[in-house]
């Protein structure tokens, strides 16, 4: 298989079908001088869960990037934290030439009844995909991984073009078409494949990586693919002395909330 450019179903079902403890990192998936962060989040999970042998949902995904990911051979160790009567506790390290480069700590449990209920806010109305224009894909301007998903920008402006809006949304999907539903690592790519709000609000290009990245599932969906649009609103709670902190939101094709994500971006402007 060619190592040089691979699909997103591709590079999955590599990870899922590889024993061994680690997953190579094609090309053409890059963002800068680093990978794709959804992608390195998605393949790292799928290692992830090859460990777990009691299958509960995830409730949440905690993802520090310690340094950039490159093309090749990704290692990863992961470990049983705790296992309770509901909830497991599971932290998987990916490395490059023996440094850690990334670490993920993921949360599964069990549902369980309470007396508290407060349902999530259904989509925003945004303008619908067709009529909104599709995003370009510009070979050596904009990152090579954003060919591999679909985006129509509905709110705010694009990257580098002095928005004074702190909201930035639209549509997007996943150009790599699917029959199957869309599990965490797809969603974890759609989710990040926006850039940072903040870099609307620069005037020029500018180097940006996140730090860490918290993701809360609520609800996954049976009957959604990533090749089905999904909308996705992000808004910059603070950006001040190079790190900005934005919370984002994703919902499925039926308006419902899939997850909701909080981001501590360096900003290098």
């Known amino acids: 298989m060619n190592r040089r450019f691979m699909k997103f179903y591709e590079i999955l079902d590599s990870a899922r079908n590889d ?46 990037f310690v ?14 934290l705790r296992e309770g009567k509901s909830a497991i506790q599971v932290q998987s390290s990916a490395y490059q030439e023996g440094k850690v480069v ?13 007396m508290v209920s407060v349902l999530p806010e259904m989509a925003p109305e945004f303008k619908a995909p067709r009529d909104v224009n599709e995003f370009p894909f510009i070979p050596g301007l904009t990152p090579d991984f954003t060919q591999h998903f679909d985006y129509r920008y509905t709110e705010g402006k694009m990257p580098f073009m002095g928005s004074k809006d702190t909201h930035m949304g639209g549509w997007i999907k996943l150009r790599d078409p699917s029959s199957k ?17 903040v870099f609307t609000m620069l005037k020029k290009p500018a180097s940006g990586s996140s730090l860490t990245w918290t993701i809360s599932f609520v609800e996954q969906p049976e009957d959604c693919t990533a090749s089905d649009w999904w909308q996705y609103q992000a808004n910059i709670e603070s950006s001040n002395h190079g790190y900005s902190h934005i919370d984002a939101s994703l919902w499925d094709k039926n308006g419902r909330v899939a997850v909701i994500s909080r981001q501590t971006v360096s900003v290098f402007a």
Request: hydrophobic letters at 45%; proline letters at 7%; charged letters at 20%.
């Open 19 to 64: 024993d061994s403890e680690s997953v190579m990192i094609p090309e053409k998936w890059g963002q800068g001088r680093a990978t794709f962060g959804g992608l390195v989040a998605a393949v790292i999970y799928e290692k992830l869960i090859q460990k777990i042998e009691k299958t509960r949902p995830v409730q949440s995904i905690m993802m520090s």
């Open 67 to 80: 340094a950039p990911v490159s093309v090749g051979e990704l290692s990863i160790q992961t470990t049983l």
């Open 102 to 114: 990334a670490v993920m700590l993921a949360s599964f449990g069990t549902e369980r009844e309470s």
């Open 181 to 197: 539903v869309a599990s965490v690592p797809e969603i974890l790519a759609l989710l990040d494949a926006w850039p940072p709000a």
